[in-house]
Structure formats: C-alpha cells, structure tokens
C-alpha cells in the first residue's frame, strides 16, 4: 500500500491518495469505507460504486478490475467527522501555538481515513508521504525515511495504522528508543520513560528478539482517549502517564509487551481480543516483575485483579467469556478488563500449572510460529495442545466469571496511609472504603492529604468518584477541570454515569459536557453521549 496525503487544519481533512498493488491480481475489489469521499479510481469515475452505509460498519467501496490490473489507485478525502482521527485546536495543545492532529485506528477506524479492508486478518506493508503544514512534523507508526516519508517493510493489520501532526519534538531515551513531545512536556516525559530501554531488554530475554527496530513513545495531548496504544515503532501514549515519580509506566511495558503479542501476533477477529490483551497484560506483569521485582508486579496485579472483580459484578454473562460474542456490536464495547485481566489469570494460570520453564519456551514458540500472522482462538488451543497435551481450559473460554481453580494474586496492601505510597496502594486503600462517606470525613481526608490537588491522574479520578459518591461538592470545581482538560475515556465514563445516577448530580455532569463534549475525542464522546442520553 502506498498513501499520499495532505494535511488540511482549516477543513479538518486529509486529502490524497492510497494506492494497492494487489497480488494475486483479480476482477473485484471491495474496501471499508467510512465517511470518506471517493473522488476517482484510476483515474476513473464509472469503475467503483460506494454501497449503503451500515452505522457500524460504514460503506463498502467495490471497484472493477480489468483482467490483470493490479495497481489500484485511489483518490479519496476524509470528512471532519471521521471517527478515526481528532483534530485538536491549538488551544487544546500545551504549546497552545499550533493545532495538533492524530489517529486512533483500533478497532475499526482506519476505514475512516483510509479505504481498506480492515480487518485484523488483512496485513498489509506500506509507505507512505504525510505533506503537513511547516512548522508541524508528521509521525507515523512505521520508519521515518526522511522528513514526512514512511516505510513499513513489515505487514501491519490495518488497526495499527497511526499518524499524528503537530508541534512535537524528540529527545533519545537508548539506541533504539526514544519520546516525542509537544516542548513544554519534553523533560518531563523523558524522565518518567528513562527505564524504556531496560524494558526492551527484559522482554527481548523472555520472549525474543524485538522485530521492528525502533521503539520510540508519542506523548498525546490530554484529550487522547486512552492510556497507550501500540502503533508500531510509535506508541501513543496520554499525558495522563507522567505522575513524576514513574508509578504508572506499566502503561509503557503493557504497550511495548503488545510487541510481540498484538502486533507480531495478532487477533484474527474481535473476538479473539483476549488474544492480544490477556496476552500482553500477562507479559506486561513479567517485565514490571523483571525490572522492579516480584512484590512490585504482584501488586498491580493484585489491584488489576479487584478491578475485574468489581467489573465481573456488573457485566452481563455473556461478555464475561474470554471468547467475546461481537456480531453486530461496536468492537470498541469488547474492552472491559475480561480480555485484559482475565486472559492474564489464565496464562497465569497454565505457568504455575506446568511450570516457568516449560511455559516460557511454549510462549517463545508461539510467537515464532505465528510470526506476522492473525490467529484464532482454535489456532491457539491447536498450539497449546502440542505443548501441553490434554490441557483444558474450555471453562476460561466459554463460561462466565473466574474459574474456581483461579490465581489470586496476592499483596500485603497497608491500611494505614503513608506519604510514599505508591499509586495502587492508594488506589488499594480508596477502594476498600465505603461507597459513601460523609462530608465531613470526606473533608478531613482533603485537608489531610490534599486529594483535590493532586496531580496523579489515576488518584484524582478515584478521589473525585468518591466525591461524586459522598456530595463532597468542595471538589467539584476540580471535577469539573479534570472533565474538561482530560478526554481518557476510563476516566470521563465512570465520572459522568456516577453524576448521572440523581436528577440533581444529572443536571450537573450535562452542563459539564456541553463544555467538555468539543473537545473530546470521538470514541470518548460515543461513550458519554449513550451514558448521557
Ligand atoms: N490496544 C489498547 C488500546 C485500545 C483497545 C484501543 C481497544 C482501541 C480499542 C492498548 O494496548 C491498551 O490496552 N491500553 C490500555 C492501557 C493498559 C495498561 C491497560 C488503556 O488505554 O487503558
Ligand atoms: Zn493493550
């Protein structure tokens, strides 16, 4: 595939072309499509036809073909609308100087700046051309040739697609490894991500030579929608990760984990999800135990473990199987922690089973198997049945809940708080309180520790739902900042359905929205607007 295109800020567009060199060669070709203009194919108008468009799925493009034409060239234009792509007005950026653009293609945007099949089973190598507006530099999640020229020489499901356009400027953490940041973030970012090369290491020893060369980190301004996203030798990241002391860059060995669990092998089908993430999530808990021990990586897994707890609660039984029922669903509604921690449990599960040694030759073959290729559940429970035949874990598959026989990880958390706690012990200590404390109390605690100040993101928004939860309108005006300067939907969602749940608190998180909802992304503002109505 070959993309050429051009940046556009004042219509919010990308207008160019892609262009496919298929092999083998045939009669019809049929692309997603979603929300794209279609100008000419191959330099025709009367070849190509634009199907109905399905909400979810967009418009089917279907092109004819000559007998033996194989280059198929595609002049297209996004619209403003286009799901996969935000665009950021410079008052949204921390330089506040420039606007800023960038993808987010995961599960089934690409089609929205891109015709392509898009499904995670199509692997397609690709270059590209990215004409930005100077002084903005154009990133891409493949390697940089020169100056807004692209090259993946390594196919890639469409769902890794990434590109990004704004004020961004790199500094080198290793050899292979390194950030980009809007300036103002730089310093700050590059010491949060100092151990990055340590954690290519750790995951090279266990799991295999890392394949794509470079692994370099894109901070996002705050409305990203979520925590990381692994583009492929460019991981998108929140700004939300940098607390200042590193308590959160499990983030960051949970991206680059997807390495080799995702992005060498990957999904075939949505509904193999728990493939990618269990996988990764599981693999992300042996480079934390690699670099800062096993207490540390139990840890976060012991609170990654009371989060699936409390999610289990409130799922419907269907969509607590690792093996997700999608049809006729939005992929995106499949990222609950069932795939994540619950996938995790279960490998877990099978090294305490057949032991470290034998589990991790089995993993390191797995990946070298499947190398460069979408896999299903079948093809994983074929694989596992060579290493470790007879093993059964039909039950972790199909059924709902955690299997009896379940890990549970375990950790020592303290009760009484102490000022160099880590993130999850406060995190721990939060949510073991009551759902709702009075005001009073709610208050001492403010004075205490100054919850309604702090700058960790993952303790301000636990703070803040306690907040909503016990009336404790002091921290309301911080509520209503967090809500508007950050987009990360694991934080917006849970924060606007627990204003919702009173007519009063209703009232409130609508009025918040309307000054929030322009600046979030499209995925964030799909979530609040079904909470909101
Ligand atoms: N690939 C996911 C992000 C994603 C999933 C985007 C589904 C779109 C659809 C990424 O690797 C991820 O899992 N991110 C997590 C962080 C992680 C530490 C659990 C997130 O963003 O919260
Ligand atoms: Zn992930």
């Known amino acids: 595939m070959e993309l050429e295109l051009w940046v556009s800020f004042d219509e919010r567009r990308l207008r160019g072309s892609v262009t496919f060199v298929l092999d083998p060669a045939g009669l019809r070709l049929v692309l997603d499509t979603r929300d794209l203009t279609i100008r000419r194919v191959n330099g025709r108008t009367d070849n190509f036809r634009l199907g109905a468009r399905d909400p979810l799925l967009g418009a089917p493009l279907e092109i004819d073909l000559e007998p033996g034409e194989r280059t198929v060239l595609i002049e297209y234009e996004t619209s403003p609308e286009s799901s996969g792509l935000q665009w950021l007005a410079p008052a949204q950026t921390a330089g506040k100087r420039h606007p800023f653009l960038y993808s987010q293609s995961q599960a089934i945007h690409a089609r929205s700046w891109i015709p392509i099949q898009d499904s995670p089973r199509a692997r397609v ?18 390697r940089r040739v020169r100056d807004g020229c692209f090259h993946m020489p390594l196919p890639v499901p469409p769902y890794l697609m990434a590109l990004a356009v704004g004020e961004v400027e790199f500094r080198a953490l290793g050899a292979r490894s390194g950030v980009w940041a809007e300036p103002p973030l730089l310093d700050a970012a590059a ?80 509904n193999d999800y728990w493939l990618n993430e269990g996988f990764t999530t599981y693999i992300e808990r042996r ?74 030759a089995w993993l390191r073959g797995y990946f070298g198997r499947f190398a460069f290729q979408s896999v299903t559940t079948a093809d994983f429970l074929a694989e596992l049945e060579r290493g470790f035949p007879g093993e059964d874990i039909r039950e972790w598959l199909y059924r709902p809940g955690l299997p009896k026989n379940a890990p549970r990880p375990q950790y020592e958390f303290g009760t009484e708080p102490r000022r160099d706690w880590t993130t999850q012990e406060w995190l721990h200590w939060m949510r ?31 703070w803040l739902l306690m907040a909503v939860r016990s009336g404790y309108e002091a921290a309301y005006e911080r509520l209503e900042r967090f809500l508007v300067e950050v987009g990360r939907r694991k934080y917006v969602k849970p924060l606007y359905a627990e204003l919702a749940k009173t007519p009063q608190g209703r009232q409130q998180a609508l009025r918040i929205y309307e000054k929030a909802r322009p600046g979030y992304h499209p995925i964030t503002r799909a979530a609040a607007d079904a909470l909101l109505g």
């Open 125 to 142: 190598t690709f270059s590209a051309t990215i004409h930005a507006p100077a002084p903005l530099q154009a990133l891409m999640a493949a």
């Open 191 to 270: 010491r949060e991500f100092a151990d990055v090369e340590k954690m290519i290491e750790a995951a090279e020893r266990l799991y295999g030579r890392y394949r794509w060369g470079r692994f370099d980190l894109l901070v996002l301004p705050p409305s990203f929608p979520f925590g990381g996203m692994e583009n492929p030798c460019l991981t998108f990241l929140t700004p939300t990760v940098i607390a200042g002391d590193r308590n959160l860059v499990s983030l960051i060995a949970h991206e680059l984990a997807h390495s080799w669990s995702g992005n060498l092998v990957t999904n075939a089908t949505w």
């Open 287 to 360: 480079i934390q135990e690699a670099l800062y021990g096993r207490a540390r990586s139990e840890m976060e897994m012991a609170v990654e473990t009371g989060e699936l707890e409390e999610e289990l609660r409130r799922l419907p039984e269907a969509d607590q199987k690792l093996v997700l029922e999608l049809e006729g669903r939005d992929p995106d509604d499949g990222m609950t922690q069932v795939p994540y921690v619950k996938g995790a449990l279960l490998l877990r599960h099978l090294e305490e089973k057949h032991g470290r040694g034998k589990w991790d």
């Open 432 to 462: 073991a309180m009551p759902e709702k404390l009075t005001v009073e109390r709610m208050a001492e605690l403010d004075r205490q520790w100054g919850f309604s100040r702090i700058g960790n993101s993952e303790i301000a928004a636990q």
